[in-house]
């Protein structure tokens, strides 16, 4: 069955400074991953997703993400945080059971430090 | 467009009562999910519409749970009786047909057992 794992459960940045979250998959074939952030109140939204071609894909509020088949691994990242930036972040991994539903990691807590 | 509407936003409740969630997903989308997000973790499918069927139900309690989608539009998830461990945020989310894995969240609707 397919897994997200988010290794990191929380994780406090300077403002500016650059941000990486890692997410690694468990997933038989070429997944179809995805990055959702969730802001305090609200519900979560899609910051990008990849399914095949370039490796590197651009999503928004200047975040990227980076799919290595090798490392199994699809980390976000981002060259400035922002203070508005904090908030929880979750990847996700489209299951290949009979629906299309997503399948998330526990999600990382990004804290935006002045 | 607007977005997914779930009500109540809170709801408290003692254990063996019952409770009842409603969504209304953006117009025009035809599958309609249920999360269930239980505090410091990431949300977990419970279950999956295709208009008014269900795709998956796989990770439905369906001792106490029960959801529906009469009219391939608005839909209600039920718990009875509520268990303590219940208490989590429900989220309903959409999204339109052939858009893998871009589902748009509600806010969600946080449920306390006593």
């Known amino acids: 069955a397919q897994s997200v794992t988010q290794p990191d459960i929380h994780i406090t940045v300077s403002e500016g400074a650059s941000l990486e979250l890692r997410c690694n998959y468990s997933?038989?074939?070429?997944?179809?991953l995805f990055w959702y952030v969730q802001s305090p109140g609200q519900g979560l939204q899609l910051l990008l997703k990849?399914?095949?071609?370039?490796?590197l894909v651009q999503g928004i509020k200047g975040f990227e993400a980076e799919f290595k088949r090798s490392q199994s691994s699809f980390n976000l990242r981002k060259p400035s945080v922002h203070w508005s930036d904090a908030a929880e972040y979750f990847c996700a991994v489209v299951s290949n059971q009979a629906g299309t539903a997503l399948i998330f990691g526990k999600g990382t807590t990004l804290s935006v430090s002045s | 467009e607007a977005g997914v509407a779930q009500s109540p936003r809170y709801k408290i409740i003692e254990k063996r009562q019952s409770v009842a969630f409603w969504c209304n997903p953006i117009?025009?989308?035809?599958?309609l999910y249920w999360y269930q997000q239980i505090l410091g973790q990431g949300p977990k499918l419970l279950i999956q519409?295709?208009?008014?069927?269900?795709?998956?139900d796989s990770q439905l309690p369906k001792d106490r749970f029960s959801a529906e989608r009469l009219k391939g539009v608005d839909s209600t998830l039920k718990i009875q009786p509520a268990k303590l461990e219940d208490s989590a945020v429900y989220l309903c989310?959409?999204?339109?047909?052939?858009?893998?894995?871009?589902?748009?969240f509600g806010e969600g609707s946080r449920l306390t057992v006593l």
């Open positions: 117009s025009g989308h035809a599958t």
């Open positions: 990849y399914f095949s071609g370039d490796t």
């Open positions: 519409f295709q208009n008014n069927g269900v795709v998956d």
């Open positions: 989310a959409s999204k339109r047909t052939g858009n893998t894995g871009e589902l748009f």
């Open positions: 997933y038989g074939a070429t997944p179809y």
